[in-house]
C-alpha cells in the first residue's frame, strides 16, 4: 500500500486468476530502483577503493561464492 501511495508501484487484478494481484513497478518505480543501485554501486567503489581493482574484484567474488554456498556451517 506504502509504495503504491508512493506512485512506485501498480497493482492490478490478474487476468487468469482474479483472486491474485500483479504488482509492477511504475516509471517513477523504475527510476527509483535505478538510483539505488547507482547509489549501491558508487558506495561499493568507494568502500572497496583502497584495495586496489584486482583485490577489490577478488573480494567481490569470493563473497559471492559464501554467499551462494547453501548450509554452510
Not at 527509483?32 to 577503493?49: G, P, S, V, Y
Request: proline residues 4%; hydrophobic residues 35%.
Amino acid at each position: 500500500d506504502a509504495l503504491e501511495g508512493k506512485g512506485l508501484v501498480e497493482r492490478r487484478r490478474s487476468e487468469e486468476d482474479r483472486r491474485r494481484n500483479v504488482v509492477e513497478l511504475t516509471e517513477r518505480g523504475r527510476r527509483a530502483r535505478a538510483d539505488a543501485e547507482d547509489a549501491r554501486e558508487a558506495a561499493e567503489r568507494e568502500f572497496l577503493a583502497p584495495l586496489g581493482e584486482k583485490d577489490a574484484a577478488r573480494l567481490v567474488k569470493a563473497l559471492q561464492v559464501l554467499i551462494r554456498t547453501p548450509n554452510r556451517p
